[in-house]
């Protein structure tokens, strides 16, 4: 989904989009066999002065390593005691 925002001073241009993926932290860290939904989104600010644009982008990263719990812990890790 895009929209260009004409109101405002300057224009503005928003997308906002979604994909699903079985990447973990974009596929570097490999991937799995699960799919998850993901965010993204980025912003442009059209011409803030006659030379000059400013843009932001945003990436949700899917995490599908849990944490491991901790053996020192009693109860809460490996050993129970």
């Not at 405002?8 to 799919?35: C, K, M, S, V």
């Not at 600010?45 to 400013?54: H, N, P, Q």
């Amino acid at each position: 989904m895009s929209e260009l925002l004409t109101f405002l001073p300057r224009p503005l241009l928003l997308n906002a989009g979604g994909r699903a993926t079985q990447g973990t932290h974009i596929g570097l860290l490999g991937f799995t066999d699960e799919y998850d939904f993901v965010f993204e989104g980025s912003a442009v600010l059209l011409f803030v002065t006659d030379r000059l644009a400013l843009a932001a982008e945003y990436n949700q990263e899917p995490s599908a390593y849990k944490t491991t719990p901790r053996i020192d812990q009693p109860g809460k890790g490996l050993v129970d005691g």
